[in-house]
């Protein structure tokens, strides 16, 4: 089993929807957890950084961790054709190298 | 702020010819930078990490004779692919970090990119 594992789709939606892309993780001691989002052929590009379970929202983007169940999530509202990309989580531990570990990510096309 | 540049962003190689790449932290002090290689459709695999003045520490399955890296300043990081060959043709990516304050090394900033590509 991975330690981090994420669908890596295609997921298709239509303009304006709600888009939930997720990961779950077996590593107990993830602490932060990131979101990033890539375009192809470029280089990942940093969207959310979270502390520990909760929700943060940052304009049509919220990240939700629930350490509980050792899954957490990136909304995306209002999605546009613009966010067609692929987005990779990743998530570190609290102490040592501070060296995050990937998901393989989710490759998100929103239509028009 | 915190924009990382790469250079070249695409190669082409002969097989047996060297290539070099370099990172670079635009508006920010890296203290760490990574590189990382991604196939099509994978995720990231790291390759090594870098410390300015101080020797690369390698990941585990990663040739440190092949990928030279070498973190000369807290602003430059290079990797050079010595006698490249097609099987180390791939998407390379680089990431700078920098601690202090409240900062952590895993909020990563990352580079757009090197495509290389050895015939």
């Known amino acids: 089993q991975k330690e981090v594992e994420q669908d890596p789709g295609p997921l298709s939606v239509p303009e304006g929807a709600i888009v939930s892309l997720n990961c779950t993780y077996s590593?107990?001691?993830?602490?932060?957890f990131m979101w990033y989002r890539q375009y192809s052929r470029k280089g990942p590009e940093l969207l959310m950084y979270?502390?520990?379970?909760g929700n943060k929202e940052d304009g049509r983007f919220t990240a939700q961790v629930d350490k509980s169940s050792k899954y957490i999530s990136l909304f995306i509202r209002d999605s546009q054709p613009s966010d067609s990309a692929t987005y990779l989580c990743?998530?570190?531990?609290?102490?040592?190298?501070?060296?995050?570990?990937f998901g393989r990510g989710t490759s998100l096309i929103v239509h028009p | 702020g915190a924009v990382v540049s790469q250079h070249p962003s695409w190669v082409i190689c002969k097989s047996g010819t060297s290539v070099k790449i370099e990172c670079r932290s635009l508006d920010f002090q890296a203290t760490t930078m990574f590189w990382y290689r991604q196939f099509p459709k994978q995720s990231l695999m790291l390759m090594a990490t870098s410390n300015e003045g101080s020797k690369a520490t390698y990941e585990q399955g990663v040739e440190k004779d092949k990928f030279l890296i070498n973190h000369a300043s807290l602003t430059l990081s290079t990797l050079t692919v010595t006698s490249a060959h097609p099987e180390d043709s791939s998407f390379y990516i680089c990431s700078a970090s920098w601690t202090g304050g409240y900062k952590r090394s895993d909020e990563q900033y990352f580079g757009p990119g090197t495509r290389l590509t050895v015939t």
């Open positions: 990743a998530m570190s531990v609290a102490g040592g190298s501070y060296i995050p570990t």
């Open positions: 590593n107990s001691a993830f602490q932060y």
């Open positions: 979270t502390y520990s379970s």
